[in-house]
């Protein structure tokens, strides 16, 4: 079952259940879904990398904003954003602790034979590329960053 489907699914759940702000949530991620199928081209639509892509895009999204909310005193705004990116995270993979992160991060440095910070370029393409969808870009950055400073 593609995501585009798993979501209609659950839209119609959430209506049924008259759950209003899943429902909001959910409609977004579809909104996005199309959005992305149009620019592509149309087709078959999103193949399952592009879709997980897609979710942490959203994921991040929210999360960002719920951080931005928060530091202007607007928790209902927040509230609302941390909901959604609660709603998106089922659809996500399920992220790498930071002890996995660490030791995908230590195989990675070891296999490109990353010497210091000066290698920070390789070490993080690597890790990007093989991590994706599992762990935010940002904490692999610190733990790259912290790893290749030792």
């Known amino acids: 079952m593609s995501l585009k489907q798993q979501i209609d699914g659950d839209i119609k759940q959430a209506m049924l259940q008259k759950k209003k702000e899943e429902l909001t949530a959910l409609r977004a991620i579809k909104s996005a879904i199309l959005l992305a199928e149009t620019e592509k081209g149309g087709g078959d639509g999103l193949d399952s990398d592009a879709e997980m892509k ?31 990116l609660e709603v998106i995270s089922k659809y996500l993979p399920k992220q790498l602790s930071d002890e996995e992160i660490e030791e995908t991060v230590k195989g990675i440095i070891s296999k490109v034979g990353a010497a210091g910070p000066q290698d920070m370029g390789k070490v993080m393409g690597a890790a990007t590329k093989e991590m994706s969808g599992k762990a935010d870009g940002k904490k692999i950055s610190e733990i790259v960053k912290k790893l290749l400073s030792n």
Request: aromatic share 6%; proline share 0%.
């Open 54 to 84: 897609l979710l942490a895009k959203q994921a991040k999204q929210r999360k960002d904003s719920a951080d931005i909310y928060a530091k202007e005193g607007r928790e209902d705004l927040a509230n609302k954003e941390l909901f959604e």
